[in-house]
């Protein structure tokens, strides 16, 4: 037993001389805990885990919040009814109806629902307190220059993910002829956008939805380089191109669109399913030894994640129907090694969750986190719960296992985060308390209700 101890160790020196400066998970997880703004409503809600029960059955996922906040949004571009199916019930869908609602739309909610009449909608400043708690009320400004012509919102809000800055939009709305007339305190763009050849600064979701939807209403034909490709971005095409808006290269990174000047038809549209909700149901059967299939999922948005899965050993089986199986009853996980990136490299949403699944690898892990330098806060955490993990710096982390982990109170750092921390809790020995559950439910439609109908052993307290 010693020698694979002391070949850890030196592989552990070796990768500490190497990358420096050292960040300790202790003080990545005090500094994001000290950018998160309180909230006294949603404070005291919590998950209560029993962990050891072993999950097996179906689920059927949910629709992808990351597309359905910029298809709310581009509901801007439409007259008439606008109908969406497979919304998520979640707080972030909820504050971006509510900032429609603000602005004069008309909208109803049918379980997962969602009709909206943007006829009698204006343009007016949207206060902080409506966009504070939500990042992805950003992609408002797109569809509302290119309706109204003018833009004028506090900073939206959001995860603690190190820093999420709006240079890439307002670069992009530079190139499109738009002024900015932007102060410390709120965003404020002025002019109707001109079809023009844009270059995104970075591969930046947001920034790419903002400038195809700002493009939509602009006669003339606009592209834009380095275009984020991710499905939920595909999504926002499709509806577009539904509305007889003319899109090429939809999947890479080069967009061309054909705008046309007046309003787009409402119709209907099915929000594409949340391949994010995917990987944490498909990690949580892995963790507990279970059997899961996933209903209404896309395979070929988790090539890179399901291919993790089996170089750490897991087998995984996909249909075109949309089912995808994952069988963990006699799974002998391996150490691996992950690098985010961008679609269709591995998702930085399912580093952390996939973090936890390396806890029970044996052998040395590598996480290469290189989008944001806030996602290894969670990393803590899992130290409390008995991980044996070094962090090489605020990009880089070692997961050293197999360690069985023991039930602790742990915190939900950003959404992501909390979702490790529950599937955490799932494998753990004993009790796990799952605090800041406000930030999970931003994300995942009904989580523990679903864990529980897999058989989990999960409450949802709220004081």
């Known amino acids: 037993m010693k020698k694979p101890v002391r070949v850890i160790r030196a592989s552990l020196a070796s990768e500490r001389a190497i990358l420096t400066p050292l960040v300790s998970a202790k003080r990545l997880a005090r500094d994001a805990a000290a950018s998160i703004s309180s909230d006294s409503s949603t404070m005291n809600i919590r998950y209560r885990i029993q962990g050891g029960k072993r999950l097996s059955g179906t689920v059927q996922i949910s629709g992808s919040k990351n597309a359905a906040l910029p298809l709310l949004a581009a509901s801007v571009l439409t007259k008439g009814d606008c109908v969406f199916q497979n919304v998520p019930r979640l707080r972030d869908t909820e504050t971006m109806l509510a900032i429609l609602d603000f602005l004069g739309a008309k909208t109803s909610v049918d379980e997962t629902t969602v009709t909206i009449n943007a006829d009698a909608i204006v343009s007016k400043p949207i206060p902080h307190e409506l966009v504070s708690k939500l990042r992805g009320s950003i992609v408002l400004l797109g569809s509302l220059l290119a309706r109204f012509g003018e833009v004028e919102m506090a900073y939206p809000g959001g995860c603690v993910l190190g820093k999420r800055p709006v240079g890439a939009h307002t670069d992009a709305f530079l190139q499109m002829g738009i002024l900015d007339l932007s102060t410390n305190d709120k965003m404020h763009f002025k002019g109707n956008p001109k079809s023009s050849h844009v270059v995104l600064s970075e591969f930046s979701v947001t920034a790419t939805e903002n400038v195809l939807l700002a493009a939509a209403l602009s006669e003339g034909e606009t592209t834009i380089e380095l275009a984020a490709a991710e ?111 961008i679609f269709p490299g591995f998702p930085t949403d399912l580093q952390a969750p996939f973090g936890v699944l390396l806890t029970q690898a044996s052998g040395v892990s590598r996480i290469f986190e290189v989008l944001f330098e806030g996602r290894m806060a969670y990393l803590y955490e899992l130290e409390k719960m008995g991980a044996k993990i070094e962090i090489l710096n605020s990009h880089q982390a070692l997961v050293i296992g197999p360690t069985t982990l023991q039930g602790r109170q742990v915190a939900s750092n950003d959404i992501r985060a909390g979702a490790a921390m529950v599937l955490a809790g799932l494998v753990a020995q004993g009790e796990t308390i799952v605090t800041d559950v406000r930030y999970i439910e931003r994300g995942y439609d009904r989580l523990e209700e679903k864990l529980k109908a897999l058989g989990a052993d999960i409450v949802r307290e709220e004081e």
């Open 231 to 341: 499905p939920h971005v595909q999504d926002v095409c499709k509806f577009l191109m539904e509305r007889g808006i003319s899109i090429e290269g939809v999947g890479s990174h080069t967009l061309v669109i054909h705008g046309k000047k007046g309003l787009l038809q409402g119709k209907n549209h099915t929000v594409t399913p949340d391949y994010l909700e995917a990987g944490i149901f498909l990690l949580a059967g892995v963790l507990t030894k279970g059997k899961v299939t996933l209903q209404g999922a896309d395979s070929t948005h988790l090539t890179s994640f399901i291919g993790a899965l089996r170089r750490a050993g897991v087998a995984c089986t996909a249909q075109k129907s949309g089912e995808i199986t994952v069988d963990g009853t006699d799974c002998s996980l391996q150490a691996t090694r992950i690098q985010t990136n």
